[in-house]
Structure formats: C-alpha cells, structure tokens
Nanobody
Framework: QVQLVESGGNLVQPGGSLRLSCAAS????????MGWYRQPPGKQRELVAIFTNVGSTNYADSVKGRFTISRDDARNTVYLQMNSLKPEDTAVYYC?????????WGQGTQVTVSP
C-alpha cells in the first residue's frame, strides 16, 4: 500500500509565493516518476511539473520561470516552489507518482490566488 500526502495549499495574493509538499509512504521499492498536476475550476487536469523516469524535469509552459520542482529522495518527497503566482494558477493541485509500476494520486490541495 502506497500513500501520497500533500500539503501547502493556501489562499495567496497575486505575486505571492507558496511551497507545496508531497510525501510518499508505504511499500516503496522504486519511484519511477513523481510530480504535480492541477485542475483549475471547470477545466481538465493538466501537468504542472514532474520528475520523469530518467530523472529529467518537465514543466508546463505556463509555469516555466515561476515554478520549481525539487525532491528529497531520502524522504520520498517532492516539492513545488511557486513564485509570482497569478489568479490563473488557482486550482486543486494533485501529486502524482509512478511507484512500483503503479500510478498513485494524492488527495489534492487547494491553491487560490486572489487579491
């Protein structure tokens, strides 16, 4: 059994910053990929940033230069540092991981960017 637990979502003003965390726990033999997706209100879930199975990073064009994904392998944790937040970044942010060749999702954490 594997669990992903996210934290860090909040209400923030435009131009502000937030840091999301996602910790994986349970019977973990290998993490192939891990990262973040988001689902804005009324829209489909979309990729934000991930570590791929070869260790590289992919970012959505809309967040390049503002968001940074990082990880702590010893803690099976990934982080998403979000700077210069915009109202259009408002969404539920979900952690995703491919662990032991299975796909797992976190419960989601709400990020709201509003004056």
């Amino acid at each position: 059994q594997v669990q992903l637990v996210e934290s860090g979502g909040n209400l923030v003003q435009p131009g502000g910053s937030l840091r999301l965390s996602c910790a994986a726990s349970g019977s973990i033999f290998r993490i192939y990929a891990m990262g973040w997706y988001r689902q804005p209100p009324g829209k489909q879930r979309e990729l934000v940033a991930i570590f791929t199975n070869v260790g590289s990073t992919n970012y959505a064009d809309s967040v390049k230069g503002r968001f940074t994904i990082s990880r702590d392998d010893a803690r099976n944790t990934v982080y998403l540092q979000m700077n210069s937040l915009k109202p259009e970044d408002t969404a539920v942010y979900y952690c995703h991981a491919r662990i032991n060749l299975n796909d797992y999702w976190g419960q989601g954490t709400q990020v709201t960017v509003s004056p």
